[in-house]
Protein backbone atom coordinates (compact mmCIF):
# COMPACT_ATOMS: atom_id res chain seq x y z
CA UNK A 1 0.00 0.00 0.00
CA UNK A 2 1.55 3.59 -0.52
CA UNK A 3 2.57 5.55 2.06
CA UNK A 4 0.78 8.60 0.91
CA UNK A 5 -2.85 7.11 1.66
CA UNK A 6 -2.21 6.93 5.15
CA UNK A 7 -2.74 10.56 6.38
CA UNK A 8 -6.30 10.33 4.89
CA UNK A 9 -6.84 7.11 6.70
CA UNK A 10 -5.74 8.65 9.57
CA UNK A 11 -7.74 12.34 8.74
CA UNK A 12 -10.87 10.26 7.77
CA UNK A 13 -10.64 8.28 11.36
CA UNK A 14 -10.27 11.32 13.04
CA UNK A 15 -13.38 12.81 11.30
CA UNK A 16 -15.46 9.81 12.27
CA UNK A 17 -14.32 9.76 15.94
CA UNK A 18 -15.05 13.49 16.26
CA UNK A 19 -18.39 13.25 14.85
CA UNK A 20 -19.46 10.36 16.79
CA UNK A 21 -17.96 12.24 20.09
CA UNK A 22 -20.01 15.25 19.07
CA UNK A 23 -23.41 12.85 18.97
CA UNK A 24 -23.01 11.38 22.04
CA UNK A 25 -22.07 14.86 23.96
CA UNK A 26 -25.53 16.43 22.38
CA UNK A 27 -27.43 13.18 23.60
CA UNK A 28 -25.98 13.96 26.97
CA UNK A 29 -26.16 17.33 26.81
CA UNK A 30 -30.21 17.14 26.03
CA UNK A 31 -31.21 14.69 28.39
CA UNK A 32 -29.58 16.91 30.92
CA UNK A 33 -31.39 19.74 30.15
CA UNK A 34 -34.98 20.63 30.48
CA UNK A 35 -37.21 23.56 29.10
CA UNK A 36 -34.33 24.87 26.03
CA UNK A 37 -36.56 23.45 23.45
CA UNK A 38 -39.47 25.57 24.53
CA UNK A 39 -37.66 28.89 24.93
CA UNK A 40 -36.22 28.75 21.53
CA UNK A 41 -39.49 27.72 20.27
CA UNK A 42 -40.91 30.80 21.67
CA UNK A 43 -38.28 32.88 20.22
CA UNK A 44 -38.81 31.92 17.01
CA UNK A 45 -42.02 32.37 17.23
CA UNK A 46 -41.81 36.14 18.13
CA UNK A 47 -39.29 36.47 16.03
CA UNK A 48 -40.93 35.19 12.91
CA UNK A 49 -44.54 35.39 13.77
CA UNK A 50 -44.67 38.73 16.00
CA UNK A 51 -48.68 39.16 15.43
CA UNK A 52 -49.02 35.94 17.66
CA UNK A 53 -49.37 36.21 21.69
CA UNK A 54 -47.14 33.67 23.24
CA UNK A 55 -47.87 34.77 26.43
CA UNK A 56 -49.75 30.93 27.39
CA UNK A 57 -48.53 28.93 24.37
CA UNK A 58 -46.80 25.83 25.27
CA UNK A 59 -45.15 24.16 22.43
CA UNK A 60 -44.49 20.13 21.90
CA UNK A 61 -42.27 18.85 18.82
CA UNK A 62 -43.72 15.93 16.18
CA UNK A 63 -42.60 14.84 12.90
CA UNK A 64 -45.38 15.22 10.34
CA UNK A 65 -45.63 13.41 6.61
CA UNK A 66 -45.30 16.28 4.12
CA UNK A 67 -45.66 15.01 0.93
CA UNK A 68 -46.43 12.29 -1.40
CA UNK A 69 -42.41 11.07 -1.66
CA UNK A 70 -42.57 10.05 2.18
CA UNK A 71 -40.66 13.19 3.24
CA UNK A 72 -41.19 13.85 6.87
CA UNK A 73 -41.09 17.62 8.43
CA UNK A 74 -40.38 18.70 12.19
CA UNK A 75 -43.64 20.31 13.34
CA UNK A 76 -43.28 22.28 16.27
CA UNK A 77 -46.92 22.60 17.71
CA UNK A 78 -47.58 25.62 19.48
CA UNK A 79 -51.22 25.80 21.59
CA UNK A 80 -53.09 27.34 24.23
CA UNK A 81 -56.93 25.74 25.29
CA UNK A 82 -58.13 28.41 22.25
CA UNK A 83 -55.59 28.15 19.03
CA UNK A 84 -52.95 25.71 17.31
CA UNK A 85 -50.21 26.46 15.14
CA UNK A 86 -48.19 24.08 13.04
CA UNK A 87 -44.91 25.34 11.97
CA UNK A 88 -42.50 23.44 9.88
CA UNK A 89 -39.33 24.00 11.54
CA UNK A 90 -35.54 22.99 11.15
CA UNK A 91 -34.14 22.50 14.59
CA UNK A 92 -30.33 22.85 14.89
CA UNK A 93 -29.18 21.06 18.44
CA UNK A 94 -25.24 22.04 18.95
CA UNK A 95 -25.15 22.84 22.56
CA UNK A 96 -24.91 26.35 23.03
CA UNK A 97 -25.78 27.27 19.61
CA UNK A 98 -29.45 25.83 19.68
CA UNK A 99 -31.76 27.31 17.30
CA UNK A 100 -34.90 26.55 15.69
CA UNK A 101 -35.36 28.12 12.23
CA UNK A 102 -37.91 28.04 9.38
CA UNK A 103 -37.88 25.01 7.09
CA UNK A 104 -37.44 26.76 3.95
CA UNK A 105 -37.69 23.58 1.77
CA UNK A 106 -40.78 22.63 3.22
CA UNK A 107 -44.13 23.03 1.41
CA UNK A 108 -45.64 24.44 4.24
CA UNK A 109 -44.59 27.07 6.93
CA UNK A 110 -46.85 27.79 9.00
CA UNK A 111 -50.71 26.69 9.73
CA UNK A 112 -53.00 27.73 11.89
CA UNK A 113 -56.22 25.91 13.70
CA UNK A 114 -58.61 27.30 16.32
CA UNK A 115 -59.23 24.63 18.59
CA UNK A 116 -63.12 24.86 18.07
CA UNK A 117 -62.45 23.48 14.55
CA UNK A 118 -60.87 19.92 16.02
CA UNK A 119 -63.48 17.42 14.80
CA UNK A 120 -61.91 13.96 16.10
CA UNK A 121 -58.87 12.68 17.63
CA UNK A 122 -57.07 9.54 18.34
CA UNK A 123 -54.31 7.31 18.24
CA UNK A 124 -53.36 4.59 16.02
CA UNK A 125 -52.67 0.73 17.27
CA UNK A 126 -49.02 1.10 18.11
CA UNK A 127 -49.89 4.55 19.87
CA UNK A 128 -47.19 6.22 17.57
CA UNK A 129 -48.97 8.16 15.90
CA UNK A 130 -51.62 10.94 16.20
CA UNK A 131 -54.42 11.67 14.40
CA UNK A 132 -56.28 14.97 14.15
CA UNK A 133 -59.24 15.98 11.85
CA UNK A 134 -59.57 19.23 11.33
CA UNK A 135 -62.03 21.09 9.03
CA UNK A 136 -62.17 17.05 7.18
CA UNK A 137 -58.86 17.04 6.84
CA UNK A 138 -56.61 14.49 8.66
CA UNK A 139 -53.41 15.60 10.18
CA UNK A 140 -50.95 12.27 11.09
CA UNK A 141 -48.32 13.21 13.66
CA UNK A 142 -45.33 11.12 14.88
CA UNK A 143 -44.91 11.37 18.51
CA UNK A 144 -41.55 11.42 19.60
CA UNK A 145 -40.94 10.72 23.06
CA UNK A 146 -37.83 13.29 22.71
CA UNK A 147 -37.40 16.35 20.58
CA UNK A 148 -34.57 17.48 18.57
CA UNK A 149 -32.71 18.84 21.35
CA UNK A 150 -32.78 15.11 23.19
CA UNK A 151 -35.09 16.69 25.84
CA UNK A 152 -37.45 14.63 27.56
CA UNK A 153 -41.36 16.08 26.36
CA UNK A 154 -43.32 13.08 27.70
CA UNK A 155 -45.00 15.52 29.74
CA UNK A 156 -45.04 18.12 27.05
CA UNK A 157 -46.85 15.63 25.36
CA UNK A 158 -49.28 14.30 27.31
CA UNK A 159 -50.46 17.88 28.33
CA UNK A 160 -50.94 18.18 24.21
CA UNK A 161 -53.16 15.18 24.42
CA UNK A 162 -55.26 16.40 27.44
CA UNK A 163 -55.60 19.84 25.89
CA UNK A 164 -57.24 18.19 22.86
CA UNK A 165 -59.22 16.09 24.22
CA UNK A 166 -60.76 19.68 26.68
CA UNK A 167 -61.28 20.87 23.28
CA UNK A 168 -63.32 17.80 21.81
CA UNK A 169 -65.53 17.70 25.05
CA UNK A 170 -66.05 21.50 24.31
CA UNK A 171 -66.48 21.03 20.78
CA UNK A 172 -69.48 18.44 21.20
CA UNK A 173 -71.11 20.18 24.43
CA UNK A 174 -71.13 23.61 22.03
CA UNK A 175 -71.88 21.27 19.07
CA UNK A 176 -69.72 22.91 16.93
Known sequence: MDQSIFPF??????????????????????KNSKGVYTAKAMEFITK???????????????????????????????????????????????????????????DWDMVYYPMTSIEQAGFDEKKKHFFLVIKGESIKLKIRKRNTFQEDQQEEINDFFATISQALQKNTALNV
Request: glycine residues 6%; proline residues 5%; aromatic residues 14%.
Open 9 to 30: ILIFIAMIVIAFSLIFYVRRKG
Open 48 to 106: KYPSIDTSNIKCVEFWISGGALGKTDVALVAYNDEDMYLFSVLPQPIPGFYRIISNEES
